[in-house]
């Protein structure tokens, strides 16, 4: 076999590197094996961009593992300059299944490829490629300052690339909100840490007005709500969110080889001095603090964000219909999460009961544009601002198609409840429910979840607590969700949702 970049090809392939890298990051959930890659599209980047960026769509497919790949080709041009950078888009899929298997995913993937070691860059190096013209070490492009310049002012300058010639018709945009200064390209920039779903660069922490972008990295056709709706609430003045600066959209192949469109960046703006309010809670949690009056405040913001969204963007009535159509869905979202992870098993009886209570109610709040993946992660606290909330992309797992429709504004008010749980007992993880730490920490999220409670109802002039029944549901539903996900990521933790999930049956038993 021909080694990845071997001068006896005449190609530069990154497979090799790509099938070694893409399974041990956190987004990529398409498993450690069993799973074929195919490439979907590339976009070719120069820093600076003085034209248009080129979109190269690629053709083949290779296995990831295996002992033998077909070519994953970087352009020749590429390969010629110091630094080249190209955004590959790459379809992941179940080993065997056909091209249209709906567990494809497509994933983004820059890299940067450079004819000399960078020594700051180490952290980021995917491996050495051997070319015709030497080596080139491969990095993971959002921690390479030359690919921030270059997609920061393909946003600056709106700029649009076109597909090259004889290639299937294909193309890249950067989308600069009106009215919207241009982000400057060339400032200092870093990757927040600790990101699960996507990759987020601050640019220009230390001046004025800095810009987080954020690159999406799964793929979906489709408008991202975390477009759509900071674009909405900026333009209704609203300041509980970050600004959004812009954007970036462009075309690329599915599995089956359709054509789609969607987003893959967004950019808005970074509150500088801000802590997000995980790093907070859980620094009270330490240090035996209370977290009561910020948990009031983050449920006066979470409901002015809601107001705002539902002056802004469409809402509709909950009727009859919608409350069977919501039962059904998380019925299904129950089943799927009994498949997924086998520890649920004993508590199927009880949580479709919780379930189908939810088709007998007879009344609910109107439906709207939420968050959708609302917790402490998501929100940022400063002393000029107060609370911000941010990343409306909603839930990583579920489809984009869903995560744009009018929902209960209580799924947001239930998932920030799940995470002043998961604040308060992730640190008392394998501690039996009597231990006295673990009895502090339950006493210490329930303080923060009426606080919250109050907060919000104070704000909204309605109490989430008299909608008892749907909100039990939606915590119910968010903390299976949570199952899932640990069972996937992190299999240390899925006993903190694996425990809500039983408190929250016992309570309904209670109750009854």
Known sequence: MNEPGSPSTGVVDVAGLLASWLPRQRWFSAGHGGVTLAPAGQITLVPPVPEPSVVQPATGEFPLPSSSTENVPVPESVIERPVGIVVHLISALPAGAPASDAGAATYQVPLTY??????????????????HDGPRYVYDAPHDPDFVAAWTELIARSAEAMSEAGTPRSRVRGVRRAGEAPPDPHRPAKVLS??????????GADGSDPVMIKLFRVLQ???????????????????????????????????????AWGHLSAAAEFVAGSSDGWRIATGAVTDGETFARLSSDLGAATAAVHAALAAALPTRPSTPATLNALADHLQQRLAWALEAAPAL??????????????????????????????????????????????DFEGEPLRPLAERGDPDLALRDVAGMLRSFDYAARHSVLGLADDDPRSLAASTWASECREAYLDGYAAQAGRDPRDDAALLRALELDKALYEVVYETRHRPGWVEVPLRAVGRLLAARSAAR
Not at 354 to 361: A, G, I, M, S, T
Not at 368 to 381: E, K, P, T
């Open 194 to 203: 600790g990101e699960q779903s996507n990759t987020s660069i601050i640019v």
């Open 221 to 259: 056709p489709g408008r991202n709500p975390d477009v759509v709706v900071p674009g909405a609430l900026a333009r209704a003045g609203n300041e509980r969110v970050p600004r959004l600066v812009g954007w970036v959209e462009g075309e690329w192949v599915q599995p089956g080889g359709q054509p």
């Open 114 to 131: 450079r004819s000399e070691p960078v020594p700051d860059l180490a952290h980021a190096l995917l491996g050495e490629l051997r070319t």
């Open 345 to 390: 098993a004993d508590h199927a009886t009880a949580a479709g009961g919780v379930v189908e209570q939810v088709r007998h109610l007879d009344r609910a709040p109107d439906l709207q544009i939420v968050h959708g993946d609302l917790h402490l992660g998501q929100a940022l606290h400063s002393d000029s601002r107060g609370w911000v909330l941010l």
